[in-house]
């Protein structure tokens, strides 16, 4: 079971840049897609971003952050980070690092695949 920790949520004006990063506490490899989920008040999640770690297919992204977002890996630190640029207002969520294990292979943009969360980390656009 990997345990992950999100950190770098907080406020940021319409048009700014957060990033976030994801630290397992196993390699991210023993998961075949490492994601960022978000949910805000209301609404359903969504699978935001998701990266494989067993190949370099291209990530996934919601529609909404394409060209915004950008998902990526770190191995050797056992990390994920997220960038987000050109934030929104419905930008705003709580945003769950996620990992969906050895078989979600080819599942990157699928929430419920998900199988293990971190904590969440607020982000708030103003």
């Known amino acids: 079971h990997v345990q992950l920790v999100e950190s770098g949520g907080g406020s940021a004006q319409a048009g700014g840049s957060l990033r976030l990063s994801c630290a397992a506490s196993?390699?991210?490899?023993?998961?075949?897609?490492m994601g960022w989920i978000r949910q805000a008040p209301g609404k359903e999640r969504e699978a935001t971003a998701g990266?494989?770690?067993?190949?370099?297919?291209?990530?996934s992204y919601v529609p909404s952050v394409e060209g915004r977002f950008t998902i990526s890996q770190d191995k050797a630190k056992n990390t994920v980070y997220l960038q987000m640029n050109s934030l929104k207002p419905e930008d705003t969520a709580t945003y769950y690092c996620?990992?969906?294990?050895?078989?979600?292979?080819?599942?990157?943009?699928?929430?419920?695949?998900?199988?293990?969360w971190g904590q969440g980390t607020q982000v708030t656009v103003s």
């Open positions: 196993t390699g991210t490899f023993r998961s075949a897609c």
């Open positions: 990266i494989s770690t067993i190949d370099l297919r291209t990530p």
């Open positions: 996620a990992a969906n294990g050895a078989s979600g292979y080819g599942y990157c943009d699928i929430w419920s695949r998900y199988v293990n």
